[in-house]
């Protein structure tokens, strides 16, 4: 019973400390605004006396008009202080974007420059590219929407401002972009058919049959004089010299190895067997690198320049036969170059 009349007043005594210190909480806050009140509500006189015998102005303000007004210029130097920074970036980004601006002006006044070179180049380009087409029997390009023009590119070269504002060289280049795609067509054509006729002249003997191109003629087809007798007959084959013996020989076509042998005559000699009835012969040989049977294509070596045989120096006898007759060779050594230049130019050259 003691113990709960203890506790009751330890209760009642908690309570009174904490109502006395609300109680002087609340005074202390009522005192601190009554304060602070009293400060803003202080009055303050501003007295402006002319230096002449005029009237003198009183100004009453109070300490919280004083305190809003100094906020209120405190915001106005900040945001001229602000402005100010924001102003000197603005001026740096906008001469920036200026110093870029100029940069672009210059690459775009050098790009119609480039394209005002890439016109004429273009204009070349359709010529002979028209001229190959034609020789080779291919439909040149043509544009559906400008057929009735006067040319290919005529579309691309008459391109004028356009309305909206849009830079003419973008018209152009698209143009340029256009004609170039529908000139893959025909060009594809043309690589298919300058592949079939490079098929063909590797199975026809037209190259220089020592390797390198190196060697001269030194004796030519058909009536000369015999080098051991004087006398004339008739020479059938040209012979190619380099002043020396172990000079690479090639086949000047592509073909099957029908003969690897020797005789007094010819010495040590290859004939080959090509395509379309021609045969090529080889003499005068100082050592073989194939055997009979052999494929071998066209520039690939079947032997070494020697002095066997019936000769008077290192050379190499060379012959072209088509079926049973004997034809000069010179005639096919520069085949190709010749029908390239045909074909590009439209007439033999």
């Given at each position: 019973m003691v113990k709960v009349h203890d506790y009751k007043r330890m209760e009642n005594n908690f309570v009174k400390k904490v109502k006395t210190l609300?109680?002087?909480?609340?005074?202390?806050?009522?005192?601190?605004?009554?304060?602070?009140?009293?400060?803003?509500?202080?009055?303050?006189?501003?007295?402006?006396?002319?230096?002449?015998?005029?009237?003198?102005?009183?100004?009453?303000?109070?300490?919280?008009?004083?305190?809003?007004?100094?906020?209120?210029?405190?915001?106005?130097?900040?945001?001229?202080?602000?402005?100010?920074?924001?102003?000197?970036?603005?001026?740096?980004?906008?001469?920036?974007?200026?110093?870029?601006?100029?940069?672009?002006?210059?690459?775009?006044?050098?790009?119609?420059?480039?394209?005002?070179?890439?016109?004429?180049?273009?204009?070349?380009?359709?010529?002979?590219?028209?001229?190959?087409?034609?020789?080779?029997?291919?439909?040149?390009?043509?544009d559906p929407e400008t057929q009735a023009t006067s040319g290919d590119l005529s579309s691309f070269f008459d391109t004028h401002e356009t309305a909206d504002g849009r830079l003419r060289?973008?018209?152009?280049?698209?143009?340029?972009?256009?004609?170039?795609?529908?000139a893959v067509k025909p060009i594809k054509e043309m690589g298919t058919l300058l592949e079939s006729q490079s098929a063909l002249l590797s199975e026809v003997p037209n190259?220089?049959?020592?390797?390198?191109?190196?060697?001269?003629?030194?004796?030519?087809?058909?009536?000369?004089?015999?080098?051991?007798?004087?006398?004339?007959?008739?020479?059938?084959?040209?012979?190619?010299?380099?002043?020396?013996?172990?000079?690479?020989?090639?086949?000047t076509a592509d073909g099957q190895i029908v003969t690897v042998d020797a005789d007094s005559g010819f010495g040590n000699y290859i004939i080959i067997r090509h395509k379309h009835g021609f045969y090529t012969r080889y003499g005068h040989l100082m050592q073989f690198a194939v055997r009979t049977g052999q494929w071998v294509q066209q520039g690939e070596t079947i032997g070494y320049i020697g002095n066997t045989g019936r000769s008077t120096g290192?050379?190499?006898?060379?012959?072209?036969?088509?079926?049973?007759?004997v034809v000069d060779p010179y005639k096919f050594l520069n085949i190709r170059s010749t029908v390239g230049r045909v074909n590009l130019n439209g007439a033999k050259s």
């Amino acid at each position: 019973m003691v113990k709960v009349h203890d506790y009751k007043r330890m209760e009642n005594n908690f309570v009174k400390k904490v109502k006395t210190l609300a109680v002087s909480f609340a005074r202390s806050a009522a005192n601190f605004f009554k304060a602070i009140y009293s400060l803003f509500k202080r009055r303050y006189t501003i007295v402006f006396v002319p230096h002449s015998e005029r009237k003198v102005y009183n100004f009453h303000v109070t300490f919280f008009s004083i305190c809003i007004l100094a906020v209120l210029l405190s915001g106005v130097a900040g945001s001229f202080l602000w402005y100010g920074a924001s102003y000197r970036s603005h001026k740096n980004a906008y001469s920036d974007k200026d110093a870029q601006l100029k940069n672009a002006q210059a690459s775009l006044d050098q790009l119609r420059d480039e394209m005002a070179s890439l016109w004429q180049e273009t204009r070349n380009f359709q010529t002979v590219l028209s001229g190959v087409f034609n020789t080779l029997g291919i439909d040149p390009v043509r544009d559906p929407e400008t057929q009735a023009t006067s040319g290919d590119l005529s579309s691309f070269f008459d391109t004028h401002e356009t309305a909206d504002g849009r830079l003419r060289e973008t018209d152009e280049i698209k143009n340029f972009a256009n004609y170039l795609s529908r000139a893959v067509k025909p060009i594809k054509e043309m690589g298919t058919l300058l592949e079939s006729q490079s098929a063909l002249l590797s199975e026809v003997p037209n190259i220089w049959p020592i390797k390198g191109g190196i060697g001269h003629i030194s004796m030519f087809f058909g009536e000369n004089a015999d080098p051991f007798t004087g006398q004339l007959y008739v020479h059938k084959g040209i012979d190619l010299s380099t002043y020396r013996q172990g000079d690479p020989i090639v086949a000047t076509a592509d073909g099957q190895i029908v003969t690897v042998d020797a005789d007094s005559g010819f010495g040590n000699y290859i004939i080959i067997r090509h395509k379309h009835g021609f045969y090529t012969r080889y003499g005068h040989l100082m050592q073989f690198a194939v055997r009979t049977g052999q494929w071998v294509q066209q520039g690939e070596t079947i032997g070494y320049i020697g002095n066997t045989g019936r000769s008077t120096g290192p050379h190499l006898h060379y012959e072209v036969h088509i079926g049973s007759d004997v034809v000069d060779p010179y005639k096919f050594l520069n085949i190709r170059s010749t029908v390239g230049r045909v074909n590009l130019n439209g007439a033999k050259s």
